[in-house]
């Protein structure tokens, strides 16, 4: 799945969690941290359906980095 296609199912933007400063969400997916959100609010992620087609097993990709980073 490209990034782009993931970002168009990725709960972050709705998500207590989530502060917009302009940077690509789907953050599961993702080679780096947000630069813009440091407090874990809440996660969605165990919603979202991209987190159970993948078979996560992790949350707080924006703070703790994507799913193989953690
Ligand atoms: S698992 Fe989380 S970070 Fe990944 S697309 Fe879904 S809501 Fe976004
Ligand atoms: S990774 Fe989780 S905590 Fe971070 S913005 Fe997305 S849904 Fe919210």
């Not at 959100?37 to 159970?52: D, H, K, T």
Request: glycine residues 8%; charged residues 20%.
């Amino acid at each position: 799945m490209e990034p782009s296609d993931a970002e168009n199912i990725c709960l972050c933007r709705i998500c207590p969690s989530y502060v917009e400063c302009g940077e690509p969400t789907a953050f599961c997916l993702g080679t780096n941290p947000s630069k813009c959100i440091n407090a874990e609010a809440g996660c969605l992620c165990l919603g979202c359906p991209l987190w159970v087609k993948k078979a996560f097993r992790h949350v707080y990709f924006c703070t703790r980095g994507a799913e193989i980073a953690q």
